[in-house]
């Protein structure tokens, strides 16, 4: 046998009574777990919970917010003013279209109960008239 295959049957032997298991993608990202724990003791995700204690590497590591450039900072906070303006402009011409609306609505009720009052009023001289030119012929 050629020296490369048995290097290679060496690394599957060994390969295969390994403890753990790598998932690179999947259920269990980034890192090992037990094959011989019990499926319900197995972590759903596989991270860390918040209230877990940092890794001893990270211990240390002091949590340093970025660091702000003062121009972008500017340019940032106007365009965001900006923004709020647009939409306020925006939210009052809409908040009056639903008001103008409302009024037209009442207006439209009022109205038509005005215009319904004035109809039958007309039908009443109507038909009183219809009965004048009868009582003529």
């Known amino acids: 046998m050629a020296p490369g295959g048995c290097l290679l049957l060496a690394l ?3 390969a295969g009574t ?3 298991q790598h998932w690179s993608h999947g259920w269990y990202p980034g890192g090992k777990r037990d094959l011989s724990a019990p499926p319900w003791l197995v972590p759903s995700r ?3 919970s918040r209230h877990d204690p940092p890794a001893k590497s990270k211990a240390s590591r002091l949590k340093v917010p970025p660091p702000v450039d003062p121009a972008e900072l500017y340019v940032i906070t106007e365009r965001y003013r900006q923004h709020r303006l647009v939409l306020s402009a925006l939210r ?3 908040r ?3 008001v103008q609306r409302k009024r037209e609505a009442q207006r439209v009720a009022e109205d ?3 215009l ?3 109809h039958r009023l007309l039908m009443a001289w109507n038909d009183a008239e219809n009965a004048r030119q009868r009582a003529r012929r």
């Open 18 to 20: 390994a403890q753990g």
């Open 112 to 114: 038509s109960a005005a």
């Open 92 to 94: 009052s011409v809409f």
């Open 116 to 118: 319904s009052e004035e």
């Open 96 to 98: 009056s279209e639903v």
């Open 46 to 48: 596989g991270r860390k």
């Open 12 to 14: 599957l032997l060994l």
